[in-house]
């Protein structure tokens, strides 16, 4: 009577939303204060000052039958217009209004993407460890995923898996960095090189392979680490943005995607995204949040609470044994379970009430995954839980 594949979706939560619910549930029995949930990436910083000034503004300043009517499928071209020269402002490039495509979040311009793109039975390539919903996004759109295993020295790219996997059936490689769940950012060398083999691939292959460079997390970086601009590396590049974290705006739905003039066949990639979005009843992204975000291009992130509290889980981690890489960006640490079945040391973990994703779910096994967008107090006192359970395999 209803697709068995969507309602599969609809009804098997992710591991994430089932142990994020399990918290809820635990906070009712024993306190708020009680549950140490890392698992879920929901920004707890408030959204900038300057954000509710722009909506107050907007609404005053605007006819209301303009600011809450439809805009044109690709967003308001003034909206597009002002992201587009904060974009060349900050990266040197060359964007005007035509080349923004605004989307309801990263997760519908990724998706948009790879429906653009797909050509029947083409191949998505993620690198490991990777945003799970990519692939349900793929498999919406009749593409299939192939998943390079992670690089567990430095979480950056482990080029001899990928250059056995690429193949002329390769579409588009996804990357996302600063990277959910490993919190790396992908170095310049590890982008030259990918850029590289991407090129000699095109031209063995005949045909273009796109990098989705997806990055909600471009601000979200500590210690001044550069995050490198693809489209400045290689030219078949789209970019996928959001404003769900940066400026913690994930239930506002609005980000963006970019396509250079130098992809390939630019008026065919971008006509392509337009049906894309058409045939996914996209309409058009928020018409007053295209307008308040469009007035808040140059609005800083506010990083210091997320720097300061993956400086204490990194440290207190360490401390009790764990091991793990120093965040350099988004809100998540990915230490390494202490022991191979990560899926049995997260149900260890919850003895201690501390929800913990494991590796398996984002394509890296023996791993997990602590969200550390939280109140710093509260990961403060999961410290000694965290203590507790890496005494629990010491035994
Ligand atoms: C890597 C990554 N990509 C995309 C998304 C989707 O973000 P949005 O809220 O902009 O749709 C997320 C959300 O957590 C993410 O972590």
Same mark, same amino acid.
């Given at each position: 009577m209803v697709s068995e594949k969507m309602y599969g979706l609809g009804t098997k939560k992710s591991t994430i939303r089932t142990i994020f619910e399990f918290g809820r549930k635990r906070a009712a029995e024993i306190g708020e204060d009680n549950v140490y949930?890392?698992?879920?990436?929901?920004?707890?910083?408030? *959204?900038?000052?300057? &954000?509710?000034?722009? &909506? @107050?503004?907007?609404?005053?300043?605007?006819?209301?039958?303009?600011?809450?009517?439809?805009?044109?499928?690709?967003?308001?071209?003034?909206?597009?217009?002002?992201?587009?020269?904060? &974009?060349?402002?900050?990266?040197?490039?060359?964007?005007?209004?035509?080349?923004?495509?605004?989307?309801?979040?990263?997760?519908?311009?990724?998706?948009? @993407?790879?429906?653009?793109?797909?050509e029947g039975?083409?191949?998505?390539?993620?690198?490991?460890?990777?945003?799970?919903?990519?692939?349900?996004?793929?498999?919406?759109?009749?593409?299939?995923?192939?998943?390079?295993?992670?690089?567990?020295?430095?979480?950056q790219i482990q080029f001899d898996e990928f250059e056995k996997l690429i193949s002329p059936k390769t579409k588009a490689v996804i990357v996302n960095s600063p990277n959910n769940p490993s919190g790396v950012v992908y170095s310049e060398k590890t982008i030259q090189r990918l850029a590289a083999i991407l090129e000699s691939k095109e031209k063995e292959y005949g045909h273009p392979i796109f990098i989705i460079s997806d990055e909600p997390y471009r601000e979200l970086v500590y210690g001044g680490i550069d995050v490198p601009y693809l489209?400045?590396?290689?030219?078949?590049?789209? !970019?996928?943005?959001?404003?769900?974290?940066?400026?913690?705006?994930?239930?506002?739905? &609005?980000?963006?995607?970019? !396509?250079?003039?130098?992809v390939t066949d630019f008026g065919c990639v971008y006509g392509a995204i337009a049906g894309a979005a058409r045939i996914l009843t996209h309409v058009n992204a928020s018409s007053l949040f295209q307008r308040v975000v469009a007035r808040c291009t140059d609005v800083p992130s506010d990083i210091a609470a997320y720097e300061e509290n993956g400086n204490i889980l990194y440290n207190g981690l360490v401390e009790a044994g764990f091991s793990c890489l120093k965040p350099q960006g988004a809100f998540y640490l990915f230490p390494?379970?202490?022991?191979?079945?990560?899926? *049995?040391?997260?149900?260890? *973990?919850?003895?201690?009430?501390?929800?913990?994703v494991p590796g398996s779910d984002f394509g890296c096994p023996g791993y997990f995954r602590a969200a550390y967008c939280i109140k710093k107090e509260t990961i403060e006192r999961s410290l000694s839980a965290f203590k507790k359970l890496a005494e629990e395999y010491n035994k």
């Open positions: 949930d890392f698992s879920i990436g929901n920004p707890n910083v408030p *959204a900038p000052a300057a &954000i509710n000034k722009a &909506i @107050c503004d907007v609404l005053q300043e605007m006819d209301s039958c303009a600011v809450h009517g439809y805009t044109v499928a690709p967003g308001d071209p003034v909206a597009r217009e002002a992201i587009a020269k904060s &974009i060349n402002r900050r990266f040197g490039m060359n964007f005007s209004s035509k080349n923004l495509f605004m989307t309801s979040g990263a997760a519908a311009a990724i998706t948009i @993407c790879f429906k653009a793109l797909n039975d083409d191949e998505f390539i993620a690198f490991a460890p990777y945003f799970p919903e990519y692939g349900c996004f793929v498999d919406s759109v009749g593409g299939k995923l192939v998943v390079v295993p992670a690089n567990t020295s430095d979480f489209p400045k590396y290689y030219k078949n590049t789209l !970019v996928c943005y959001s404003w769900s974290k940066s400026l913690s705006l994930p239930g506002e739905r &609005i980000g963006y995607i970019a !396509v250079p003039d130098e390494k379970a202490l022991e191979d079945d990560d899926y *049995a040391f997260c149900e260890k *973990a919850k003895k201690y009430d501390l929800l913990l």
